[in-house]
């Protein structure tokens, strides 16, 4: 189960597709942050999400929402992913220790050693705001971010 809303978010600090560190901190001193937890770079139904993402950041920038994306690929395949499709947001590694942050937040297969579909809401407090998680098979609707953010 998800962490609730009105929860405080786990803390983390995660490298980025390109090596440098972020964390949940950092992130909130901008602003709300979306986290979109995803299975695998350069899968079908996670390459459509995050490219749906990409194309209409502009909607979550308007919100002055921050998009980070988390997976437990390396942060060198999350890299050529983002060189191949250019993200504009962060791609966070959560490889090692593998699935770790994914685990806090109730966002890991242990079966598969992958993420789930989970997308996190967080306002700039830190606060779980709302939440919306998937089967791996079945991509979030851009509808229901959309909705999230009137909620903001």
């Known amino acids: 189960m998800a962490i609730?809303?009105?929860a405080s978010a786990p803390?983390?600090?995660l490298s980025d597709q390109y090596g440098g560190q972020l964390s949940l901190?950092?992130?909130c001193?901008?602003?709300p942050v979306l986290l979109v937890f995803f299975p695998f770079a350069f899968s079908g139904v996670c390459s459509g999400e995050l490219l749906e993402l990409r194309d209409h950041l502009g909607?979550?920038?308007?919100h002055g929402v921050q998009v980070a994306a988390i997976s437990c690929d390396p942060m060198f395949t999350l890299r050529a992913w983002d060189d191949a499709n250019g993200f504009d947001f962060p791609l966070l590694s959560d490889f090692w220790p593998h699935g770790e942050v994914?685990?806090?937040y109730a966002a890991f297969d242990e079966a598969s050693g992958r993420a789930e579909r989970l997308?996190?809401?967080i306002d700039a407090a830190g606060v779980v705001r709302w939440t919306m998680m998937t089967p791996v098979t079945t991509a979030r609707p851009l509808v229901a971010?959309?909705?999230?953010?009137?909620g903001l």
């Open 4 to 6: 609730p809303d009105g």
């Open 25 to 27: 901190a950092e992130l």
């Open 59 to 62: 909607e979550f920038t308007d």
């Open 145 to 150: 971010y959309r909705e999230a953010l009137q």
């Open 11 to 13: 803390e983390f600090r």
């Open 102 to 104: 994914c685990r806090r």
């Open 29 to 31: 001193a901008e602003g």
């Open 119 to 121: 997308s996190v809401l």
